[in-house]
């Protein structure tokens, strides 16, 4: 439609097409202005219901004379198509991922046009060049048995994150953002670039803000969190699992790491900077200190209550630890356990002593080994006073164990392409050795 006429009730051209604007409050929005250059291209815009009286893809035809138009602004719930959302990008939250919007579909539902979604796939750029190319790109592939079909985001999966139109816009739907498993919401936020990404950012309460950190690739955390203004850092680790949070400080810069940690709450602080002191790679690098420790002259009745009265974003619990008195690590205790055992019986009692432990200075490999071979859900770390440090949970050990799989995997890579760079300068020293041979050959 850009750039096709205007024309009033007279069959008079006003003006060409240059925008049109939508209500971004509706499922399938409805066209609501028009917006074309007049002569010496002026700009103008007018409401659509008003004056439009038909359209179709040759332009647009009004109602009344150009002398009765009465003209009109944006509205503060107004958008304009091809100024706000064309070659933009979004996030399409659907297929969790970063695209531009190359094309706009519309829709003629009775007398209203309306927007159906973005075009982010190659017609879109196509018809963008030429609707013929479009056309004849089509019909060449479909001779090939091939098909090139529209890639349309539906615009209920679309809303503006940024109102500040004079800023660069990314669209994105705030209510299924929301709604999103944090790990798809932190596969968003890394394909973003960092401007983006604190934008995504600004939308998300602390909550959610926590637990996408928590699940982004490790070389984005602390980038991420750099960016972040000093307070909001603070706050957001703070919240963390300490063994995260040490993991994100461990890769800051040590100026706004001690920033930071002198910021944070002194209790967070102090768990942070314990885990900072164990060396990365290692049981004590990994472990967390969230767990729920009982004494063993405890009854299972007051172990329940202490469950019970655990906070809603504690860790799961897999086992509770149990120590003497002198507070040395005794043994465990599992749920079924306390579910099944009287409530007055001591937990000393019933603790399972015989538990697989490590020291902290184990490394990380070895840990995640002896937790995939005993199936165990948790395994204790504990010093060599037999005092309990931390946990390392299953979840350790699977990051683990993906970091070391993506390291051999970027290894590999690594190694294939420099094989088929070798592989290319063989054929091509090969290829300038006989072009030379038969260049002679001719000459002679």
């Given at each position: 439609?850009?750039?096709?006429?205007?024309?009033?009730?007279t069959?008079?051209?006003?003006?060409?097409?240059?925008?049109?604007?939508?209500?971004?409050?509706?499922v399938?929005p409805?066209?609501?202005?028009?917006?074309?250059?007049?002569?010496?291209?002026?700009?103008?815009?007018?409401s659509?219901?008003?004056y439009?009286?038909?359209?179709?893809?040759d332009?647009?035809r009004l109602?009344?004379?150009?002398?009765?138009?009465?003209?009109?602004y944006?509205?503060?719930?107004?958008?304009?198509l091809?100024?706000?959302?064309?070659?933009?990008?979004?996030?399409?939250?659907?297929?969790m991922?970063?695209?531009?919007?190359?094309?706009?579909?519309?829709?003629?539902?009775?007398?209203?046009?309306?927007?159906l979604?973005?075009?982010?796939?190659?017609?879109?750029?196509?018809?963008?060049?030429?609707p013929?190319?479009?056309?004849?790109?089509?019909?060449?592939?479909?001779?090939f048995?091939?098909?090139?079909?529209?890639?349309?985001?539906?615009?209920?999966?679309?809303?503006?994150?940024?109102r500040?139109l004079?800023e660069?816009?990314?669209?994105?739907t705030h209510?299924?953002?929301?709604?999103?498993?944090p790990?798809?919401v932190?596969?968003?936020?890394?394909?973003?670039?960092?401007?983006?990404r604190a934008?995504?950012?600004?939308?998300?309460?602390?909550?959610?803000?926590?637990?996408?950190?928590?699940?982004?690739?490790?070389?984005?955390?602390?980038?991420?969190?750099?960016?972040?203004?000093?307070?909001?850092?603070?706050?957001?680790?703070?919240?963390?699992?300490?063994?995260d949070?040490?993991d994100?400080?461990?890769?800051?810069s040590y100026e706004?790491?001690?920033?930071l940690?002198?910021?944070?709450?002194?209790?967070d602080?102090?768990?942070?900077r314990?885990?900072?002191?164990?060396?990365?790679?290692?049981?004590?690098?990994?472990m967390?200190?969230?767990?729920?420790?009982?004494?063993?002259?405890?009854?299972?009745?007051?172990?329940i209550?202490?469950?019970?009265?655990?906070?809603?974003?504690?860790?799961?619990?897999?086992?509770?630890?149990?120590?003497?008195?002198?507070?040395?690590?005794?043994?465990?205790l599992?749920?079924?356990?306390?579910?099944?055992?009287?409530?007055a019986?001591?937990?000393?009692?019933?603790?399972?002593?015989?538990?697989?432990?490590?020291?902290?200075?184990?490394?990380?490999?070895?840990?995640?080994?002896?937790?995939?071979?005993?199936?165990l859900?948790?395994?204790?770390v504990?010093?060599?006073?037999?005092?309990?440090?931390?946990?390392?949970?299953?979840?350790?050990?699977?990051d683990?164990?993906?970091?070391?799989?993506?390291g051999?995997?970027?290894?590999?890579?690594?190694?294939?392409?420099?094989?088929?760079?070798?592989?290319?300068?063989?054929?091509?020293?090969?290829?300038?050795?006989v072009?030379?041979?038969?260049?002679?050959?001719?000459?002679?």
């Open positions: 439609m850009m750039g096709k006429p205007v024309v009033d009730a069959g008079e051209k006003i003006g060409t097409i240059s925008d049109l604007a939508i209500s971004t409050g509706e399938f409805r066209i609501t202005s028009l917006a074309f250059q007049g002569p010496g291209k002026v700009p103008f815009m007018i659509w219901r008003k439009v009286e038909e359209f179709d893809e332009g647009i109602s009344v004379p150009a002398h009765d138009i009465r003209f009109s944006l509205q503060p719930e107004e958008i304009l091809a100024r706000d959302l064309l070659n933009r990008q979004i996030v399409d939250t659907q297929g991922k970063v695209v531009r919007v190359n094309d706009l579909k519309l829709s003629i539902s009775g007398t209203q046009l309306r927007l979604g973005a075009e982010v796939g190659a017609r879109g750029i196509l018809r963008g060049l030429a013929w190319l479009e056309r004849a790109v089509v019909a060449v592939a479909k001779v048995g091939r098909r090139i079909d529209e890639q349309i985001i539906a615009w209920n999966y679309m809303d503006l994150l940024d500040d004079s660069v816009q990314l669209s994105v209510k299924r953002l929301d709604e999103l498993h790990a798809d932190a596969d968003i936020l890394e394909q973003l670039d960092p401007q983006q934008n995504v950012f600004q939308h998300l309460d602390d909550a959610q803000a926590t637990e996408a950190i928590s699940e982004m690739e490790d070389e984005y955390q602390a980038d991420f969190i750099e960016d972040l203004d000093d307070a909001r850092a603070a706050g957001l680790l703070g919240s963390m699992d300490p063994d949070a040490a994100i400080v461990r890769d800051l706004k790491a001690e920033t940690l002198r910021l944070m709450g002194v209790e602080a102090t768990e942070i314990r885990l900072l002191g164990y060396k990365d790679g290692t049981a004590g690098g990994m967390t200190t969230q767990f729920v420790s009982v004494h063993a002259t405890d009854t299972v009745g007051e172990v209550e202490v469950l019970r009265e655990l906070p809603e974003d504690h860790p799961t619990v897999h086992y509770v630890y149990v120590l003497d008195e002198y507070d040395e690590f005794e043994g465990v599992s749920l079924r356990t306390l579910v099944l055992t009287d409530d019986k001591p937990v000393g009692d019933v603790m399972y002593e015989d538990v697989i432990s490590v020291p902290p200075d184990e490394t990380e490999e070895d840990v995640a080994a002896d937790i995939f071979k005993y199936e859900p948790a395994m204790p504990v010093d060599e006073h037999n005092m309990l440090l931390g946990i390392v949970t299953v979840d350790d050990a699977w683990a164990i993906e970091e070391d799989v993506s051999d995997k970027t290894k590999a890579t690594a190694l294939k392409v420099v094989g088929i760079v070798l592989a290319s300068l063989l054929f091509l020293g090969l290829y300038t050795l072009l030379l041979q038969v260049i002679g050959y001719t000459g002679r």
